[in-house]
């Protein structure tokens, strides 16, 4: 077996995109060539966005220790509405990812847009929106999606399931030899890799998919049992899966320090997918992208 590569941070069905607010200034390179602003850049999305647009960047950071080679960086964050003005100077698109449960970082980025004479927002929402009833989290990106529609600038709304690197997490307890502990119940559900969705997202920006809503989902539901098995046996160990209860998974998250809204979210999010509320296969990516969407496997086959 090859050596697994760095795996990048957690992120909860688009609760947290990134570890942190980064910007990408960057132009297309196909057609006409407007400015256009990245979030995320250091993110699973944003990163593979900027793999599909061969561009010049600025990086708009709150750490300039995480500045990248051969990019030019400015220090700034989306909760600081004044760092932003020199980010969104010129820039005529914008992909929006906010990995802050708050709506506050996307309200300012609207403002720095519509000050700036953006004319068209994509935004990296969550299949949670389309689920009824309402879950926090889909409420939490609900509110999002409303602050970019109310904007009066053209937009564009990307809505992802289970990302697949949500499962990163499990590599080192499955290497310990420890059980992979979850709260999903047997329930099956397609997980999305990133790098779909940041594919996607280069498409989209490329004009001709203003007003339109897209949930991007694989074609491949699987249990969490079933991914493990498939995680453990790219790492040659033996699978273990131990379920609990989302209330347990809740005061077990508590008790790591997770603040008590973003906990409460993501029990939510484990009550909603036992139920098969996120079970959902759509063909979107196939549409757009003119190919199947990378499974569950080709994720892991290529850690």
């Not at 990086?59 to 051969?70: C, F, I, K, Q």
């Not at 809503?213 to 074609?219: H, K, N």
């Not at 049992?225 to 005061?251: C, I, K």
């Not at 996120?278 to 086959?301: F, I, K, N, S």
Request: proline fraction near 7%; aromatic fraction near 4%; glycine fraction near 10%.
């Amino acid at each position: 077996m090859k050596p697994l590569g760095r795996v990048m941070a957690t992120d909860y069905l688009t609760a947290n995109h990134c570890p942190a607010n980064v910007l990408f200034v960057a132009r297309l390179t196909k057609g006409t060539t407007p400015m256009i602003l990245v979030t995320g850049a250091t993110g699973h999305v944003g990163g593979a966005l900027l793999r599909h647009l061969s561009v010049p960047a600025r990086m708009l950071t709150r750490d300039a220790a995480r500045a990248l080679p051969g990019v030019e960086v400015a220090v700034g964050d989306l909760a600081d509405p004044a760092s932003l003005a020199p980010a969104f100077a010129g820039v005529e698109k914008l992909f929006l990812m906010d990995p802050v449960f708050s709506p506050d970082g996307t309200r300012n980025a609207v403002h720095a847009a519509k000050e700036a004479g953006v004319k068209h927002i994509v935004l990296l929402s969550s299949i949670g929106v389309t689920l009824d009833p309402l879950p926090l989290l889909g409420a939490e990106h609900a509110e999002r999606e409303a602050i970019v529609r109310d904007s009066g600038i053209a937009w564009t709304l990307l809505r992802p399931s289970h990302f697949a690197t949500n499962t990163a997490r499990w590599i080192g307890e499955l290497e310990a030899g420890r059980p992979v502990v979850h709260a999903d119940g047997d329930a099956r559900y397609p997980t999305i890799d990133p790098a779909d969705i940041g594919e996607v997202a280069a498409l989209v920006l490329g004009g001709g998919h203003e007003g339109r809503a897209y949930v991007l989902t694989g074609e491949e539901p699987l249990s969490v049992a079933e991914q493990a098995a498939v995680l453990a046996a790219r790492l040659g160990v033996e699978a273990r899966v131990t379920g609990v209860a989302p209330e347990q998974a809740e005061r077990g998250m508590l008790a790591s320090g997770m603040p008590p809204k973003l906990a409460a979210a993501i029990r939510d999010l484990h009550e909603a997918t036992r139920a098969g509320r996120t079970g959902v296969v759509t063909p979107t990516v196939r549409e757009l992208l003119g190919r199947a969407p990378r499974g569950y496997a080709d994720w892991v086959g290529a850690l």
